[in-house]
Structure formats: C-alpha cells, structure tokens
C-alpha cells in the first residue's frame, strides 16, 4: 500500500514538473489552465490501466493492465483487501463477501 501511495506522489509530482516545464517553454501563464485530458496515458504502472485515457486502478484484478484476476480470499483495488467472509458467504474479487450463490 506504501509503495502504491508513493507511485501516486511520484507521478504527481513529476505531472506537475512537466506541466511548468511546459507552462515556461510555451509562455502559458499560471492562470491559464492545462486540461490533463489533452495528454492522455499511452502507458500505466503496474496495478493501474487504461480507461478513457487515463490510468485507474485495477479492481479485483492486478499486475500489468490488470491481467491478474485476485487470488482466492482477496478482493478490490489491487486485490489488496482481504475477505473475512462468515458461513453462507463467499469472496467476491470485485467487491468482498457476498452471499454463496449470489455471482
């Protein structure tokens, strides 16, 4: 999850790098605005994929383009969530514990 959080900052703060980089080498003020959409993800991290455009994170899936489904008692994004399910219920990789029969 560490890791994952600082994946995030790491991109964050490098988008914002490149957007005043940018913002200098076109003359772009700050009070102009970048819409983020015109620069679309061709590549995410692992753990995250396409979708619109932009990287989201997988769920009940990880690994590269989120080909993984979640191994058996975990669920959610990155399958980092685990199930504690009760008698009568089963794990669903999407969303947790849900009743037996209910997929």
């Not at 979640?70 to 975990?74: E, N």
């Not at 504690?84 to 947790?96: D, K, L, P």
């Given at each position: 999850m560490y890791i994952l959080l600082i994946n995030k900052v790491s991109l964050s703060v490098s988008l914002l790098v490149h957007i005043s980089a940018l913002s200098m080498s076109t003359g772009i003020s700050k009070a102009d605005k970048i819409n983020l959409t015109d620069?679309?993800?061709?590549?995410?991290?692992?753990?995250?994929?396409?979708?619109?455009g932009e990287c989201k994170e997988c769920i009940g899936f990880y690994g590269t383009n989120c080909g993984q489904p979640?191994?058996?008692?975990?669920y959610g994004e990155g399958c980092r969530s685990y199930c504690?399910?009760?008698?009568?219920?089963?794990?669903?990789?999407?969303?947790?514990c849900i009743p037996s029969g209910a997929e």
């Open positions: 620069y679309p993800a061709r590549k995410c991290v692992s753990g995250f994929r396409i979708i619109k979640c191994v058996k008692g975990f504690n399910c009760s008698a009568g219920q089963t794990c669903n990789q999407f969303v947790g």
